[in-house]
Each structure stands twice: as C-alpha cells, then as structure tokens.
C-alpha cells in the first residue's frame, strides 16, 4: 500500500511537471539583443557573425570572449532585432545570419554552449 | 546579489490526507527553489509607485489598468463597467492604431478578458488566447516551482528569464504598446533593471506572505463540513493540487495540470460568436496545461479559470465534477488511483460546502489584510493623512470584499452584521480627522468580533 501511495505521489507531482524552465517567447522578439533580463551577457553570447557554415547549419560568432560555433536547428528561433532603424522586429530565417552582423545568441544549454535557442540579429539598415 | 532563500525552510509542508508518503514523494521533486528575501520598504514602495503611475512611455496603459488595487488586484466586469470610457484600458476603442488585433473590447467589456499572443505575433487575427486577468496576491507562496517561477494563467507569461521580475517586460510589450509595430524605445520603453528590481519587490509584497495549514478550527457547520471534503483525498481531492488552500502539490512546486477547462461546453465567451480560438496554455506549441492558481484568494477575486469561463465559485467547484475534468488527464489520472475508478464527484450539497469552506477562508484572509491596512493607518495618520486615508478607503473595499464573500453564500449573518459595522466606521474614519483613531480602533473590534464567528482562539 506504501509503493502505491509513494507512486501516486510521484506521479502527481510529475503530471504537473514540465520538463524545462520556460521563457515564453512571443514577446521575446520584441526585446532588443543585449535587454533581455536575466539572460543577456549570463545565458547569451553578442558578437559579430565570423562564419556560417551552411551544409552543418552553424554559425560562428567572434565575441569579447573569443570565437564560439553554435548550432542552429529547427527549433531554434530567428529574429531581425530592427529597434536601430525604429522598425518592426521580424521572424528571420538561416539566410539572416549573415556573416558580419551582429548576433545575440541565447544557448539551450548555457554550460555546453553548443546548440542555439534563439538568435537575435542587429538589422542597421533597409 | 540576491541572497537565495528556500521556501522549504520557511513553510512546512503540506498535510495530504492520503498519507505522510504522498507527501514525501512529491517533496522528492522539489528543489530548493531561490525567491528573494522579503525587500526593504523603500524598494517596495517604489515598485508600486511604478506599478501604478508608470506607463513605460506606451500607450498610457500602467500594470494597474488592469490590476486595481481596489479590486483585488484584477478585474472583472462589474468592475469594468464602473469606468469611464477613456480609461487606459478601453485604448483600442479610441486609439486608431489599436483598433485591430489589440484587444476584443466587446469580450473585454463583457467578460473581463484581456487578448494575448502567447503563441507569436505573425498571425495577429487568428493566433491569440483570450485571458481574464489573474490577481497578483500571495505570489510569494504561489508561484515557485523546481524548473523556474510560474507565472501567468499556464506558468509561461514572463520572457527572457521566465522569472517574475521579468514578467513586466513582456506585459509591457503585449499590453502597452503605442502600435502594433511594438518597437522598443518609439512604441514603449522597456523597464530598467532598477524599475524591474522594485516591481517585484512590490509584487512580492502583496497578500499573504505564507501558507495557510489546514484543517483550521472553523465554527461554521457548513463551512466545517468543506474544508473536511476539500482535505479528504478519496472525496474532494482538492488538497492534492491545492494544498493548504494555496497554489502547491508540495511547497515551492507549483504544478500544471491540464484540467479540461479548454473543454467546457457553452463557455460564455464563446457563446456570443466572437473569434475566440483554443487556449493551448503552457510553451509553443502549448501542452494543454495551466498552472495552479491559489484558492486562498479565489472568492473574491472571480471570474474563474484563466478564461473567466465561470462566474460563482460554487460553479467552480462544480466544474470538478463535470465530464470536462473527468475526461481530461488530470480527471484520469485522479481516477485511475480511485478504488471506484471516481475522478470528483461531489453532489449538490458538497459542492456548496466546498464553496462555503473557500468563502470562510477568504473572508479570513481579507479580516487579517484589513486590520493590517487599518493598524497601518492609525500609524501613519498624524503626519501623512493622505497615506492613512488611501489605506482606509482599501480596508473599506476589503470589508466590502468580506460582506459580499459571507453574504453570497448565506453564511455567519452575525459576521456579516460586524463587518457591515466595520465598514460603517472605515467610511466615517476616511472622512474625520479628529476622530479618525478613535473610529479606526472601533473598526479593528468590529473585525475581531466577525473573525470570532468564524474561526475559533487565533486560527
């Protein structure tokens, strides 16, 4: 009767378990690349784009800590931080991450660095 | 640097019925979660000084549009209605730029519900939830959970961090803006880190500061006979998801369920033909699940569930026992670990003393905030009357609060006839300068004396 009762408390507490903690990301978008709270500069990297390898979908990125290549997958988000020329911020794409712009990453896992959550990229111009 | 605290060294734990092991299994989970330590006065006021006064240069929108201080820090229609047309918060029936995909003013106005895109801004016409506006009482004890603070109706409302101090840059984003461009610096300004510090200070401040612990020495028969079904795990089962009341499986772990109230038939927001689209709560895409609300502060703070889909709550109540629960997979879960295979299923008068236990509670929580309100007005009055007087002008809502919670469910005539005393002399205090503390003092007895209908010795 014990088994049971431990099992109906672990799976209570699990039911209303999510795997992850979350920062929701609709309004994220909108956050200009280096204000985003608690997370710029402590889960992110900003610097410039020094490579893009297109065939294994990375990009490096040349920051004040040296170069990093991070992964971009389908899950990770894209978006065009256009704040500097007072326009709309926009969903982006691979094609965006362009070599010399400048990028803030945000890792899925802030100690392996390796895989992109989301990517900001500074658009200056039309 | 914020010093961390555990909320499993401040409260103990919760009391589930089921055995000392459900607890002890579901405290397994959880961790020691950060919350910061209670924060000086001078951080706090300044939070609410933001939070009231302060519209981030936007679209003249602060957090209390929506969450009235007077009103439990929520909104609701009747409330809604009391306003003047050019409030802040009717901005898209008179700002030309917010006219379309901002807000539902017809739903707004008629059922308290507030148009969000928790699902991403490409597809403003068909990709958005409708929300009512949750109270922002009692977060210190209702929103820690082991993967990051809940926040919001499905625990995902902040960005960046997902944290509460977080949670007013995306607000402000969503609710404030001048266009729907939603360009920072020409549409709004984003807080700073100093305004966000005191936010959540402010925040963190408001109502309860601690778990209740059941069972309480309740005097009323009906209410008595609630908070015995509300604890009893092969009945109620209410104290599985809210123990102690509150918004916890476990201290420090607020959970999300999917619950089936996205199931409800008849929900009235639908029912006016109004593009209402399904509510996929929790991420993007959602999993279906919200996050536990407390229930401390839930008589007086409705309408209920995140889509204001219930109006009283004995309705809410009663939702348990609804196929919309029964069928969901917290309905399944619940019965699959029944001896009779029984979700809930509570009758007609089960349902009403579940509800009476709530109101009592709730009463209780609003006699406690009010008599605090009122001692702190007494010490404020002789060098800042205006302060002491705002103070008062809350205690009389509370008390508004407590008659109308005891009162709607026909409970404690004799609690209601202090209160309606109490409340007499608040209204003559806010109105008198010689005889402020002397009235003010009355009012305290008269709260006393309802409390002493209600709970036996101090709880």
Known sequence: MRIVLIVFGVAIAVLGMSLHAHGQKSTERYIPIGQSPGVSQKLTSIGEIADVDQLKRTVTLLGPAGQQTVSITDSTRIWLDRTKIKQTNLTGTFADLQKGRRVEVKYQDAQTRQVADWVKVEITGP | ????????????????????????????????????????????????????????????????????????????????????????????????????????????????????????????????????????????????????????????????????????????????????????????????????????????????????????????????????????????????????????????????????????????????GEKVPRDDGFGVPGDGTFNTPTLVEAADTGPFFHNNAIETIEGAVAFYNGQAFNNSPSGQFLASTDPNGIGIRLDGTQVVEVAAFLRVINTLENIRLTVDLLNRSEALRSFKYEEAARLLRLAQAETGDSISVLAGGGLHPEAVLHLRESKRLIHRAIDSFFSQRDLTRKAIEEQEKARAFLIEGKG
Not at chain 2, 170 to 193: C, E, M, W, Y
Not at chain 2, 223 to 247: P, S, T, W, Y
Not at chain 2, 256 to 266: A, K, Q, S, Y
Request: hydrophobic letters at 40%; proline letters at 7%.
């Open chain 2, 1 to 272: 640097m914020r010093a961390a605290f555990c909320l499993s060294n401040r409260f103990p734990f919760v009391r589930l019925r089921v055995s000392g092991a459900l607890v002890a299994a579901a405290a397994l989970l959880v961790a020691c979660n950060s919350m910061p330590p209670d924060p000086p006065s001078d951080l706090v006021a300044k939070g609410r000084d933001i939070f009231f006064n302060e519209t981030f240069n936007g679209n003249g929108r602060t957090c209390g549009s929506c969450h009235r201080e007077e009103r439990n820090f929520t909104i609701d229609p009747a409330f809604i209605a009391t306003l003047p047309n050019n409030d802040a918060l009717f901005v898209a029936e008179f700002n030309p730029n917010l006219k379309q995909n901002f807000e539902n003013p017809r739903l707004m106005r008629e059922f308290g519900l507030i148009l969000e895109n928790l699902d991403g801004f490409d597809d403003l016409a068909n990709r958005f939830t409708m929300r009512g506006v949750p109270h922002v009482l009692a977060l210190r004890t209702s929103i820690a959970n082991p993967q990051g603070p809940r926040t919001g109706w499905s625990g995902d409302g902040a960005p960046a961090d997902g944290s509460l101090r977080s949670f007013a840059v995306g607000a402000v984003i969503q609710h404030f803006t001048k266009t729907l461009n939603r360009v920072s610096g020409v549409d709004f300004r984003l807080p700073t880190d100093a305004e966000l510090d005191a936010l959540e200070a402010f925040q963190l401040s408001l109502g309860r500061q601690n778990e209740l612990q059941l069972p309480l020495r309740l005097r009323g028969t009906v209410a008595k006979r609630g908070q015995e079904i509300f604890l009893d795990n092969n009945l109620g089962k209410c104290n599985v998801c809210h123990g102690n009341a509150g918004a916890n499986v476990a201290p420090g772990n607020n959970a999300n369920f999917n619950t089936g109230v996205e199931d409800l038939p008849d929900q009235p927001a639908r029912l006016t």
